[in-house]
């Protein structure tokens, strides 16, 4: 179970964070009533028999292509990515390319070029399926498959995962494509452990059974215990209520640098609406301490910060080597292991962080496995809905993001936009 570590004291009484843990804990109903709330138990109602479709489907892949193109931006992009970082990249052949996710044309012509010579298969991941970005990647890419398979072959190296009403139902019947359903009820930026995020997540070697099944272990902690989710919800909003109104996530691997990427993406969407929300940032330590630690310790006091840490030190290990010289005096560091230099510089960040007014929580996951990246996202996922509806918005909506894209049509040109 993901541990949660705060120090409740300095904001309020014993008292009142029971009564905002009970008040809070209602909303875990709310979520699961709510006509987009099928994450809450989808690690214990996913349909097995397309998981296994899946699993088949990332087996051929890892067979016969040297890349997954994945094309997909958003909750249909991030969460994924940063789970397959976070564990080490890819196991075996098959590497995963992220397009779709912009328009820059630079990076387009990057990915064309890595392909040119390789095997690859595509896989377009759009909820909606009239995602521009990822339209537009899927253009390019069809026609570098006809190219290079011909046009019978092609089909069989595209898989769509999509939305059972999404427009992409059309080229999937009309071409015969194996496509993966997003479940209606499911949001894009709640959907990694969805068919979103299966198939590349499979391709990349990663035990999605031992996923899912720490996100099952969360969910019970959760929904029967109340979990620590529900008081990370409740410290966040108390923390926004005394003028905190910066989150950073805080963290000491840089390989989770895609994992904040993730939570900003399922923060930022889910709360940041109706002129309220807290600001979601990101850090990566020991790097940022170089840059973003100054303000951190000295600069305004509106940020509190959020560590995501792993409990286990790692099995490799390496070890500082002594020096005949010691000009950098280092010695006394000597035949100690790296990581757990790491895990002292750590604390000694909180420490110094807390002492100059930052308010600091920890997450604390068991260690970097599947297993405990399953329970993270769920942690995270619960907390995010809870938190937005203790904020008084809905979670599971977005509507400012349609407002860049009615103006984007006009200037664009597209008929009736005008
Ligand atoms: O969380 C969300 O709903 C969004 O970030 C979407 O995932 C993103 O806009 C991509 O949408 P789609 O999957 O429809 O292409």
Redesign the pocket.
Known sequence: MIKFECDYSKFLSEAELSERIRQTGHFVWLSQRSTKGGWVDWPVNYNAAEFERIKKAAEKIRSDSDYLVCV???????GFRAVVEALGGERGRTKLIFTGNSFSARELEKVLDQIKDADFSVNV???????ME?AIAFRFLRQRLIERYGAEEAPKRIFIT??DE?VLQQEIAGNHYESFA?PHNI?????VLTP?GMLPMAVAGIDVDQLMKGAEKEREALIYTGGNATKYAVMRNVLLERGFNVEVLANFEPSFKYFSEWWK??FG?SEGKDGKGIFPASVIYSTDLHSLGQYMQDGQRIVFETFVESEQTEAEQIVVPIAVSDIDELNYLAGQKLDEIKHTVAQATREAHEAGGVPVMRVIMPDISEYSMGALIYFFEMACALSAFTLGVNPFN?PG?DDYKVKMFRLLGKPGYN
């Open positions: 997909g931006v958003g909750g249909s992009y991030l991941i759009s909820k909606s399926g009239t995602t990822t999509t939305d999404s997003i949001g894009g930026r709640f959907s979103v993406q399922l969407e977005q993001v």
